[in-house]
T-cell receptor, first 113, second 113 residues
Framework: KAGVTQTPRYLIKTRGQQVTLSCSPI?????VSWYQQTPGQGLQFLFE???????NKGNFPGRFSGRQFSNSRSEMNVSTLELGDSALYLC????????????FGPGTRLTVL | QQQVKQSPQSLIVQKGGISIINCAYE??????FPWYQQFPGKGPALLIA?????SEKKEGRFTISFNKSAKQFSLHIMDSQPGDSATYFC????????????FGTGTQLKVEL
């Protein structure tokens, strides 16, 4: 089984721009979650989508949004980028029921200049 | 607000020794506690997980000890090997649906020869 794939792997943007990150979950998985990882704040939950519906949301501003498609692929969008948005953005997929293992992708490294 | 506290921040252990990482949580609604291992350039990977109805779980060289009354849990790595050198994160998931992981701050483990 192929693992979780994230594209692009690296991205450089400037302040004020917007960015879209993509995540393809493991085949058959219906839940996709997004996390932001930074040296200062560690791993922080952004949101989770299950069967195209947002099931959980973290404490991030509205500039961070996401969606999930009928094939379970997910995209995350960040608008009006700020320097502090520079981070590794990780996507995790799971079957979606309780206590299932979440499988993480390699992440997208976003640098905001 | 840090809901899962993790210590130590870094740890150096000799090959063959025991590595111990501790975590504490505040919210009693958490009912699933996984540990993740992350190597540089990779996403976190599930190592071992426990639910509060058991006090200990062992998988190979890795053991989780769980103290529900103290709201603490710990990871023990027996016979630590250089290949175990990585960053370890404890996490907690709230019961009631959803896969939102609340992570600890991480422990950088280095196993020396």
């Amino acid at each position: 089984k192929a693992g979780v794939t994230q594209t692009p792997r690296y991205l450089i943007k400037t302040r004020g721009q917007q960015v879209t990150l993509s995540c393809s979950p493991i085949s058959g998985h219906r839940s996709v979650s997004w996390y932001q990882q930074t040296p200062g704040q560690g791993l922080q939950f952004l949101f989770e989508y299950f069967s195209e519906t947002q099931r959980n949301k973290g404490n991030f501003p509205g500039r961070f949004s996401g969606r999930q498609f009928s094939n379970s692929r997910s995209e995350m969008n960040v608008s009006t980028l700020e320097l502090g948005d520079s981070a590794l953005y990780l996507c995790a997929s799971s079957p979606g029921t309780a206590y299932n293992e979440q499988f993480f992708g390699p992440g997208t490294r976003l640098t905001v200049l | 607000q840090q809901q899962v506290k993790q210590s130590p921040q870094s740890l150096i252990v000799q090959k063959g020794g025991i590595s111990i990482i501790n975590c504490a949580y505040e919210n009693t609604a958490f009912d699933y506690f996984p540990w993740y291992q992350q190597f540089p350039g990779k996403g976190p990977a599930l190592l071992i997980a426990i639910r509060p109805d058991v006090s200990e779980k062992k998988e190979g060289r890795f053991t989780i000890s769980f103290n529900k009354s103290a709201k603490q849990f710990s990871l023990h790595i027996m016979d630590s090997q250089p290949g175990d050198s990585a960053t370890y994160f404890c996490a907690a998931v709230m019961g009631g649906g959803g896969n939102k992981l609340t992570f600890g701050t991480g422990t950088q483990l280095k196993v020396e020869l």
